[in-house]
């Protein structure tokens, strides 16, 4: 059954440094998202992409955050200067249509020290 | 704007007891869709349901069952005869249709923890 897949599982980076989060959605999805979850907390949209654009972004997603889709497998997030406060786990997500199932992937365990 | 409500924090109940996890919405759109995934303690998030706001038809999926209310807004979860492999935080969300890529709306979870 296809899958989305996110590397690494678990990234701890000093807090400055620039994280890229990578994703490899389902092969034949056409609409990607991230979201975030602070240890405890719901579940949080970041950004949705379609068409090698971003179509919506969240309040959280400021300057610090970029999305790039560099080849026609994988699906990025970047964070330029990660801060404390960007510890969570970051899902990547994909769907077939804009209002399909969107199908998440297991998740990066980003934390800033 | 969108909200899902999930009142419920936590819950805990003995295994075989049937448990309800209940879900609210708002949203000024008539054609949204409503999800359920779980979260195990290993953290992925597993889709277990998707209904349309025009398919009022409760569901049965095995112990799963899904009972959808437009009149109160509610899209409650029930597992029968629970087992300890049901453990897990609960997400209801949300998401309008229209143009382009629809963001999910998630409520705060409800942490299901089945005792032995």
């Known amino acids: 059954e296809p899958e989305v897949t996110q590397t690494p599982s678990h990234q701890v980076t000093q807090m400055g440094q620039e994280v890229i989060l990578r994703c490899v959605p389902i092969s034949n999805h056409l609409y990607f998202y991230w979201y975030r979850q602070i240890l405890g907390q719901k579940v949080e949209f970041l950004v949705s992409?379609?068409?090698?654009?971003?179509?919506?972004k969240s309040e959280i997603f400021d300057d610090q955050f970029s999305v790039e889709r560099p080849d026609g497998s994988n699906f990025t997030l970047k964070i330029r200067s990660t801060k404390l406060e960007d510890s969570a786990m970051y899902f990547c997500?994909?769907?077939?249509?804009?209002?399909?199932?969107?199908?998440f992937g297991p998740g990066t365990r980003l934390t800033v020290l | 704007a969108q909200k899902v409500t999930q009142a419920q924090t936590e819950i805990s109940v003995v295994e075989k007891e049937d448990v309800t996890l209940d879900c609210v919405y708002e949203?000024?759109?008539?054609?949204?869709?409503l999800f359920w995934y779980k979260q195990p303690p290993s953290g992925e998030l597993v889709f277990l349901i998707r209904r349309n706001s025009f398919d009022e038809q409760n569901e049965i999926s095995g112990r799963y069952s899904w009972n959808f209310q437009k009149s109160t807004s509610s899209f409650n979860f029930t597992i029968t005869a629970s087992q300890v492999v049901d453990s897990a935080v609960y997400f209801c969300a949300l998401s309008e249709a229209g143009r382009g890529a629809q963001k999910l709306v998630f409520g705060q979870g409800t942490r299901l923890t089945i005792n032995p």
């Open positions: 949203t000024r759109d008539t054609t949204y869709y």
């Open positions: 992409f379609y068409n090698n654009e971003i179509s919506e």
């Open positions: 997500a994909s769907g077939g249509l804009p209002t399909d199932t969107q199908y």
